[in-house]
């Protein structure tokens, strides 16, 4: 126990100062913004309470992008938990060439996201990109990859399940190296086939890594940005416009600094939401077990 | 002893930092080099290459990029006051946007000084009004610029089709021309820029234009519906990924044969005989765009109000840009706003494009006269490609930008009393 | 139950060979177990019966079917692991009840083996409980119980009891030995504590470095061992060995360090032979009689006490029972049953009858 001395809090001031300056200001800042009328270019601001808000959740185009952020969301973190928790078996299964493939599979997480989108969208450009080029050479009419509003949506998962599948691999790999083998084999004596040993022991040992795994990638997905800018702005039309894209359309493209400041706190509002959930949820059924 | 070790730490680390801060700064001096930015298109890259040899070397930087992204980069460096930027392109939507919000430097002082040294009046009335705002002049106009309609004269004679001019002669031709190897026409349905420039022809030529005279949107009437409509069935004779195709790639589209015909800037034209770039050299001719209504343009550069640096020789490096010798070769790339120039029969010979140009100055129509167009652009195109990719009727499309536009101008204070 | 027999196994990973040539025959319904030191390739040779290892060449018979290409679910074994590896998220009927899910049958009759199986092992009240919940030994027994639940024709324990605390240990020696008896089944099991081996088998397979050194019941391997290592390895403290030759007329064993001990009766060995001489401590006696010895350590453990006796520069641990008042330093005179003397060879260690 640290002895409480006079004057001990000083030692909190840099770091809370800090903290507050790039962390506390900002968002105070934004709050108060978003309870006004401010267009960037007159550089007039009036404040009008609440309208911001009940504009935003009377429009459109606002539920519009959250549900393309939802099904972006979900079909992002689904297919890279499956394809990473696959991986990870499979890597599990491989022993000593593993440590070759691991360092390989790893690569496409280390890129920024942005150069990894920008490779991706020359990969996916229509007509001249590689892909299309490949397949027209066999005489395969591809679909329009950045531009027809379903095929953007699959390519912008696909995109960051390309970057991020690596992630979930390597945490539910590691997760893998802590399982107790004899299980396992107890289970293969047992008669069970191994796809029901992955589903009676791997996963239930494994349910902490993949709670903590969906939950954080959730997380980052729903705030998702760099890769949607760079694939597709947000385009077709709306096809691929979340959250947080029309959030910029709106400070920096419009200039409605008041209004993207009031979505911004709507958004941080729900992320927030989402991460308590999760975290209840995580711990009912992690601590629930542990009567 | 606490004490005095702080102050000799402090002082130690002091030093140094004055040094460095010293060298920055230094090297910060040495650099203020006047800032340009552009849209990139063939004729900026040869007046700002003027712009860069009018003064001494190292004393002009450019930097060029497509125009929606210029613009973005010009609205928030200044909208927050900032002297990165010390001379921008406007078109004229943009200008009118800039000077609304008190973003250029008015040049009426400077314009009188050198008026005689480089001809200035020999702009046209029409051109000088259009680099006005509210009395004063804002930009040196640079290029006027129209949509042209291009089209492959050897593919049309060979399938027997005439150059079209009407809407629906040009969706037939397309429809014609249109086979695996080679799309019918281009599109160019990348928002902001591209996609409003195109439904601008559609809404002119099919509609009834955007606005009334309240400033009301009337796009979304029958006429904006069907407009709007045709130009989604026009994009069945699209090559693939025209909704992320602007100037540039519908250019290289034309160049490359992987098109037939469609609408383009004047500014385009040369590229289509380069013989570096083009494979169809010689086998594109023009006509004014069919039904008309296209846009024209007329282009300028401004100074920043917020550029630390001389406006005077900032000036004087636009006027010479601007200068007569300097836009008699600027001419194979854009028309240049000086009558001497405009005047002169030699140029419809010399350039084949002359004659459909100045047939499409007389049929074509300029983006509506108000400040936020841009930003009723950034609505529009989002909801017309919505109706174009399917995921909305058009109807509602429209409606909704419609919706959204007035809610906007609304804000803007466009309808107060 | 079923008879288990082991033909010529041999077990290499990557190019290095761990066992090399193991023969076992074991009969309908025995106990054996396999014991030597670590690394001798006990628990590869189980797992090898198991499944969970591939033979390399040689066969694996379980009621004299040829199961070594079989998978481990198919040669109808049972197997109780160290760590017992229970599956920790279900309950104790569900873990004891898996491998019947495995096999579809049905939750009435599941419940019902569950049950049965249960009841033998006194786990009922347990049932609903999940495997933090239960202390070691219970573990254990789930573990059992999950492997009876299979009705299967071996069981193989693996080093079930290291676990365990000795007082526990014991206990679940003679659970293990009870249940036995009530099943019949035929059990492999494998530990490296002799105590263990002891006292549980009907017959034990001493190995070692891949080698089976001697198979026997527990009487013959204390009695008659069939090399230095084995009775070396068998009985605590372990056997004395002593480095020298059979002397004139046999009538004694000359040490190296030149000690006589007088032997009661000559051995069929020629005198003058380098030999080894194994005494077991439980065998010297104090004899007014006998040779000389200084007591040089006394470890007493309340039932017997252990002595170290220096004789000629050897050292020989002997294990009295009665309480004989002896003090370090004191010097005793010692002798050795004249039946209870073994000689090995030096150089092959193999036991030279005589």
């Known amino acids: 126990m640290v002895r409480w001395q006079r004057g001990l809090w000083l030692f909190f001031v840099p770091s809370f100062g800090l903290l507050a300056v790039v962390l506390l200001w900002p968002l105070g800042y934004a709050i108060y913004l978003s309870f006004f009328d401010y267009y960037l270019g007159s550089n007039v601001r009036s404040f009008i309470g609440l309208g911001n808000y009940v504009d935003l959740l009377t429009e459109q185009r606002l539920w519009r992008s959250m549900w393309t952020t939802i099904v972006i969301a979900f079909g992002s973190v689904g297919l890279e938990f499956v394809v990473g928790f696959a991986l990870a078996l499979a890597l599990y299964r491989l022993n000593s060439s593993a440590r070759v493939f691991s360092v390989l599979l790893f690569l496409p997480h280390i890129v920024t996201p942005v150069v990894a989108a920008l490779f991706l969208k020359w990969m996916l450009a229509a007509n001249w990109g590689f892909v299309d080029a490949t397949l027209l050479t066999f005489g395969i009419t591809p679909p329009d990859w950045l531009g027809d509003p379903f095929w953007a949506k699959i390519s912008v998962i696909l995109a960051d399940a390309w970057i991020f599948t690596p992630l979930i691999m390597m945490v539910l790999y590691a997760g893998l190296q802590g399982l107790d083998e004899s299980l396992i084999e107890a289970a293969q004596i047992d008669g069970a086939s191994n796809w029901r040993i992955l589903r009676h022991v791997i996963i239930p040992a494994l349910i902490p890594a993949i709670i903590f795994t969906i939950s954080v990638r959730l997380m980052d997905v729903f705030r998702f940005f760099d890769i949607i800018y760079v694939l597709t702005g947000g385009g077709p039309g709306t096809a691929t416009e979340t959250i947080t894209i029309y959030t910029y359309q709106l400070g920096f493209r419009m200039l409605q600094v008041g209004k993207a400041s009031a979505l911004g706190v709507i958004t941080l509002v729900i992320v927030a939401a989402l991460l308590l959930t999760i975290n209840r949820l995580l711990n009912s059924i992690y601590r629930g077990g542990d009567r | ?417 | 139950m079923a008879p288990l027999a082991i033909r010529r196994a041999t077990k290499s990973f990557g190019g290095f060979e761990v066992l090399h040539g193991i023969d076992i025959d074991i009969e309908d319904g025995e106990f054996v177990v396999l014991v030597g030191p670590s690394g001798c390739g006990k628990s590869t040779l189980l797992r090898l019966i198991a499944g969970l290892e591939d033979i390399t060449t040689g066969e694996i018979l379980i009621d004299d079917k040829e199961v070594s290409r079989l998978h481990p679910k198919d040669r109808d074994i049972a197997m109780v692991f160290q760590s017992y590896a229970l599956y920790p998220h279900m309950s104790v009927a569900e873990n004891m009840g898996f491998s019947l899910r495995m096999r579809d049958v049905k939750p009435p009759e599941r419940d019902r083996k569950v049950q049965a199986a249960a009841e033998i092992l006194g786990l009922t009240p347990l049932l609903d409980r999940y495997p933090r919940q239960l202390s070691g030994g219970q573990r254990q027994r789930v573990a059992m119980g999950r492997a009876i639940v299979r009705d299967p024709k071996v069981f193989l324990f693996d080093e079930p009891l290291s676990n365990l605390d000795a007082k526990l240990r014991v206990q679940m020696r003679a659970e293990i030995r009870v249940l036995h008896k009530k099943l019949k089944t035929t059990i492999v099991y494998v530990t490296h504590d002799q105590i263990e081996a002891m006292t549980m088998a009907d017959k034990i397979v001493v190995l070692r470095d891949g080698h089976v050194e001697q198979i026997g019941s527990p009487l013959e391997l204390y009695d008659t061992p069939a090399n230095a290592f084995v009775g070396g390895f068998i009985g605590s403290p372990a056997m004395n060995m002593l480095n020298g030759r059979i002397g004139e007329g046999g009538r004694s064993f000359v040490t190296d360090n030149g000690a006589e001990l007088p032997l009661a009766a000559p051995p069929r060995i020629e005198p003058g032979r380098a030999t080894i001489m194994g005494l077991r401590p439980e065998d010297i006696e104090i004899d007014e009689a006998g040779f000389p010895a200084q007591v040089q350590l006394i470890e007493p453990t309340g039932a017997d006490i252990h002595v170290n006796l220096e004789v000629s520069g050897d050292v020989l641990t002997a294990v009295f029972h009665e309480r004989l008042g002896l003090s370090e330093g004191q010097s005793v005179r010692l002798s050795i049953p004249v039946d209870k003397v073994h000689f090995f060879d030096p150089d092959s260690g193999d036991r030279i009858v005589g």
């Open chain 2, 1 to 417: 002893m606490i004490t005095a070790m702080n102050r000799r730490m402090v002082l130690r680390g002091v030093a140094p930092a004055l040094a460095f801060a010293a060298t920055i700064a230094g090297t910060a001096a040495a650099q203020d080099a006047i800032r340009v930015i552009s849209h990139r298109q063939p004729a900026l890259e040869y007046y700002t290459q003027q712009m860069v040899e009018a003064l001494p070397e190292g004393r002009v930087t450019t930097e060029l990029m497509p125009i929606d992204k210029e613009l973005e980069l010009a609205s928030i460096t200044m909208s927050s006051e900032s002297d990165a930027i010390d001379v921008l392109y406007l078109n004229d939507a943009s200008f009118q946007r800039f000077a609304a919000n008190g973003w250029l430097e008015p040049l009426d002082d400077l314009w009188e000084k050198y008026r005689e040294e480089y001809d200035l009046d020999d702009f046209p009335q029409s051109v000088i009004d259009s680099v006005t705002y509210d009395g004063h002049i804002y930009s040196m106009p640079i290029l006027t610029n129209t949509e042209l309609f291009f089209y492959r004269k050897d593919l049309l004679e060979e399938a027997g089709i005439e150059p079209p001019e009407t809407m629906e002669e040009y969706k037939a031709a397309a429809a014609e021309l249109d086979s695996a190897r080679t799309a019918g026409t281009i599109m160019s349905l990348k928002p902001v820029d591209a996609a409003l420039n195109e439904a601008h022809w559609y809404m002119n030529s099919i509609g009834d234009g955007w606005f009334d005279e309240e400033w009301r949107p009337i796009f979304n009437n029958a006429a904006g519906v069907e407009a709007i409509t045709k130009l989604k069935e026009m994009t069945e004779h699209a090559p693939r990924g025209f909704t992320s195709h602007a100037n540039d790639e519908s250019t290289i589209n034309l160049q490359q044969g992987l098109a037939a015909m469609g609408l383009q800037w004047f500014t385009r034209a040369a590229a289509m005989d380069d013989p570096e770039q083009s494979r169809v050299v010689d086998q594109i001719d023009w006509v004014a765009p069919p039904g008309g209504g296209a846009r024209i343009a007329n282009d300028g550069f401004a100074i920043s109000r917020f550029s630390s640096g001389d406006k005077e020789e900032m000036f004087r490096m636009m006027a010479e840009a601007a200068s007569r010798e300097s836009m008699r070769e600027g001419a194979q790339y854009a028309m240049p706003p000086r009558l001497s120039i405009l005047e002169d029969p030699a140029l419809a010979e010399q350039y084949r494009w002359y004659p459909a140009a100045r047939a499409a100055l007389e049929g074509g129509k300029a983006f509506p006269a108000m400040p936020d167009f841009l930003d009723v652009g950034e609505i529009v195109t989002r909801h017309i490609l919505r109706a174009v990719t399917g995921e909305a009727e058009v109807q509602a499309a429209l409606d909704q930008a419609a919706a959204e536009t007035e809610e906007l101008l609304a804000s803007r204070g466009y309808y107060d009393e």
